[in-house]
């Protein structure tokens, strides 16, 4: 069976390298063709490499707290370049300050993510849910 | 002595150059009139004629030809998404010589294939889709390729899980297979299609064209191994083609970040990279270089006024075999020169951009850096003639006013005086060393 495909990087102005490197290795581990995209990446690029590698999933993080600012309108543009109903993650220090979490999953999931994790989250818990929603 | 006669069939003349592979001196160039309509041989035997006036007659070794007449190698090309596989597409056929005449992305209309008919062009190459990645693109432009009019080659280069169905539907037309030309994000691999274009280019399309006589590649193909022949020994270096029809920027340099802080986004690109600005030439391509710089500029560096730019301009472009009589032709002609390389070459290099992000300034470079390139050749009629090629070359180099293009800072410039580039690149194939020594004794 071919592997299911993903798209990762970290979205915005936000050079935040390690916690992307380590992503791509649990992610190759863990059975996924990733196409990583490194630091720096803007929405637009995200679905570019999502259309040619006609990726399962994009995976967006985001560490430096502006993540909500770079992420609006991202499920919109997927809808528009044909990537309609693609599963689309994001992850990190996504907001700015100490705020509740369900209060930000809540934002991020009404923008169009499909799953929403907080900061320390280990990327176990990604993979898990990666393959129980890509089947 | 052993002479190697090489034969350049331009669109407007045909250029013989003589080269002796012992003394590895050039024995003289000549050129004549290109008679692509009745038959080639006439021109070259002309232009022969002329040579034979000035070293006497010659029995020649060997004979090398490149071709640049009929329209040159023209090609149609799609990809998926633009600045992904339709680029890696767009530099495989400008790499391989060819001059593009339509370019398209993503799923293609019928209106696109009308168009591509009309278009005729000599080779289509189909890509799209990493490999393993998106397959619906390239077989629907499959479908409606092996049903469109015409019986150009269709070379395939798209995603390999795909390719074998894209073959199947393509079973009625002259398909030929390759390897991808971006089988992953972030990976380019052009060398296989370029090779070939340059095959197909050499078996079929040399003979459609009535161009027999030992043509074995497209001139700008010659050009760009001079240049990576001249590379060898003067470094990263550039070269600067501008024509009647076309500007041709070559670079040989791999352009990559100088620093490890500086960040590279988008495609990689070739060491040995070739652009062409179809819309950007001296007399046939005329209306383009004022539509991208504007009549004031040109006004502003001719010294002519805005209403005698346009009006030259038009002249200009009707009279495609003018060449300057006054100072005020010669005047207009320093400023559209001028304006041509700075658009090509902006075109042609990199950028960089400097964000501010949480941990201060970084900087993101998409295409080449080209700063540290320290030699550029010149050729062409308009460079080759032009009285005023050092303020030339600085439209080619680093500009404060567009400090985000990475252009050459400085660099020497080199005058292909005789016109003997597309030779040496012939000759290059045969015997370098030759072409090296010829090339570093004619270009200054």
Redesign the interface.
């Known amino acids: 069976m071919q592997k299911k495909r993903l798209v990762l990087g970290v979205i915005g102005a936000d050079v935040h390298a390690v916690g992307n490197k380590i992503l791509y290795h649990a992610f190759t581990e863990g059975g996924f063709d990733v196409t990583n995209l490194g630091v720096m990446v803007s929405q637009e690029e995200f679905i570019a490499a999502a259309i040619e590698t006609d990726a399962d999933a994009i995976i967006v993080s985001s560490l430096y707290g502006h993540g909500e600012l770079d992420c609006r309108g991202m499920r919109d543009k997927c809808d528009e370049s044909g990537l309609d109903g693609i599963l689309m993650y994001v992850g990190g220090n996504i907001v700015v300050g100490k705020q509740p979490f369900e209060d930000v999953e809540k934002r991020f999931k009404a923008m169009g993510f499909d799953r929403v994790f907080g900061p320390g989250t280990s990327p176990e818990a990604a993979i898990e849910a990666l393959n129980e929603d890509l089947v | 002595m052993k002479a190697v006669l090489l034969i350049d069939y331009g669109s407007t003349y045909t250029k013989v150059v003589v080269a002796d592979i012992t003394s590895n001196k050039l024995l003289g160039c000549a050129s004549s009139y290109t008679t692509v309509e009745t038959d080639v041989g006439e021109g070259l035997a002309c232009a022969l004629k002329e040579l034979e006036k000035q070293t006497g007659k010659i029995d020649f070794y060997k004979k090398l030809a490149c071709s640049s007449a009929a329209g040159g190698l023209r090609m149609v090309a799609s990809g998926?998404?633009p600045?992904?596989?339709a680029k890696a597409a767009s530099l495989a056929a400008m790499g391989a010589g060819a001059k593009i005449t339509g370019l398209y992305s993503y799923e293609m209309t019928e209106d696109d294939i009308e168009e591509i008919s009309d278009n005729a062009p000599d080779i289509f190459l189909l890509t799209?889709?990493?490999d393993?990645?998106?397959?619906?693109c390239i077989l629907h432009n499959a479908e409606l390729l092996a049903n469109a009019s015409g019986d150009y080659p269709i070379i395939v280069a798209g995603n390999r899980n795909a390719t074998k169905e894209v073959m199947r539907i393509l079973s009625n037309r002259r398909a030929y297979l390759c390897e991808n030309v971006?089988p992953?994000?972030g990976t380019l691999n052009i060398e296989p299609a370029r090779q070939l274009i340059r095959d197909i280019f050499l078996e079929k399309i040399v003979h459609a064209k009535g161009l027999d006589g030992g043509v074995s590649m497209p001139t700008p193909a010659a050009v760009l191994m001079a240049s990576e022949l001249l590379a060898t020994d003067v470094g990263d270096m550039m070269t600067i083609d501008l024509g009647g029809a076309t500007t041709d920027i070559y670079s040989i340099a791999d352009g990559e970040p100088r620093e490890a802080k500086i960040?590279y986004?988008g495609l990689p690109e070739p060491y040995a990279k070739r652009t062409v600005e179809g819309d950007i030439g001296m007399r046939y391509s005329v209306h383009g270089i004022v539509e991208v710089a504007g009549a004031s500029k040109v006004s502003k560096l001719s010294k002519l006024s805005e209403n005698n730019v346009i009006r030259q301009v038009e002249y200009l472009s009707k009279r495609t075999d003018a060449l300057p009589q006054d100072d005020e032709d010669k005047s207009l002609d320093f400023a559209l020169a001028a304006m041509a390389i700075e658009t090509a070459t902006l075109r042609h290099a990199g950028t960089m951009e400097e964000?501010?992000?949480?941990?201060g300034l970084?900087y993101?470079q998409s295409g080449k850096d080209l700063t540290n390139v320290k030699t550029i050749v010149m050729t062409g009629g308009a460079l080759i003639n032009s009285d005023r090629q050092n303020e030339l070359l600085e439209h080619a180099l680093y500009d404060e006013l567009q400090p985000q293009s990475l252009r050459p800072k400085k660099a020497n410039l080199l005058v292909d005086k005789k016109y003997i580039l597309s030779a040496m690149g012939l000759l290059s194939g045969y015997a370098p060393t030759v072409a090296l020594e010829i090339m570093r004794a004619e270009l200054n």
């Open positions: 998926l998404v600045e992904l596989t799209g889709g990493t393993g990645g998106n397959k619906k971006m992953s994000i960040l986004k964000y501010y992000t949480s941990s970084s993101v």
